[in-house]
């Protein structure tokens, strides 16, 4: 389990807003290390510097030990990144065949015949979700948390070492979240690195090998899942909160 991403000193700032401050996170692989935080602590803009979207102010990326100068979409998924974004991003007018394929580089899915589509699309929708999908219907027809396990799919075929997953689960019923739970588990363990955005502290405690808090743009602490409780990241993400409870 060696650190296959490194994040120094990265920071983010969005006019006034200091969106990710100084932060410095190191992510083994085959781990699940959840990025947990309220609201506005910075999450979406790490998710957002480590695919490319946004560039960082300040500090530095590396990937496998190696400093990573990829600086949009492309480079960082061509250097094994895959993310589901908070927002879920399908093209509506697609069907979902066309929707999933689109995370195949085009040369790949120029050659896939017609008719071996349907069946791929099909196995890398089984791994990530219970609900049957209509395949053949526009993905905006589609309720958003089934949009959701699209894009998921989607991601799936980059066969990413990093995949990066920002709230997917908020959508989901409960037949949904629980085998998109078995899949990161699953990915964890043939040596991917998942990044688990959430603020859910069930899910939380179940998935992470690691956690590590933002509060306000700000690395509070990495844990090991053994060293964390409920109580103590409750204390870690806001500490506001447990103080007005305990002294009302
Ligand atoms: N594009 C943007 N323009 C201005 N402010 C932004 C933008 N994106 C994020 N922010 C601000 O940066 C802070 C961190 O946001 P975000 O990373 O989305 O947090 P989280 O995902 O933890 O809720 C918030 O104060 C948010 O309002
Ligand atoms: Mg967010």
């Known amino acids: 389990m060696g650190t296959m991403l490194e994040i120094r000193n990265l920071s983010k700032r969005y006019g006034e807003t200091v969106a990710l401050d100084d932060a410095s996170i190191s992510f083994s692989s085959g781990t ?6 309220e609201n506005g602590s910075g999450k979406s803009t790490l998710v957002k510097l480590l695919s490319g979207v946004v560039s960082p102010d300040r500090g530095d990326i590396l990937v496998s030990g190696a400093p990573f100068s990829g600086s949009d979409p492309i480079a960082f998924q061509a250097a094994g ?3 589901v974004f908070q927002e879920v991003l399908i093209a509506p007018d697609r069907n979902v065949i066309d929707n999933i394929l689109l995370g195949y580089d085009a040369p790949f899915r120029r050659k896939l015949p017609r008719s071996e589509r349907r069946a791929t699309v099909s196995q890398v929708l089984s791994r990530c ?3 049957v999908i209509d395949l053949d219907v526009d993905a905006g027809v589609l309720p958003l948390a089934t949009q ?5 799919a989607r991601a799936l075929t980059r066969k990413p070492r990093i995949l990066i997953l920002d709230e997917v689960t908020a959508a989901l019923d409960f037949n949904d979240r ?3 739970f078995t899949l990161i588990e699953t990915l964890a363990r043939e040596g991917c690195l998942v990044l688990f955005i959430s603020h859910r502290m069930d899910e939380v405690m179940r998935l992470s090998d690691r956690i590590t808090i933002l509060r306000s743009g700000k690395v509070v602490e990495t844990l090991d899942r053994d060293a964390a409780t409920p109580e103590l990241l409750l204390a870690l993400m806001a500490p506001e909160i447990v103080e007005e409870r305990e002294h009302g």
Do not use: S
């Open 81 to 83: 990144f895959a993310t």
């Open 148 to 152: 959701q396990l699209v894009v998921l």
């Open 178 to 180: 629980e085998i998109v």
């Open 32 to 37: 699940v290390h959840t990025i947990m935080g």
């Open 129 to 131: 979700a219970r609900t």
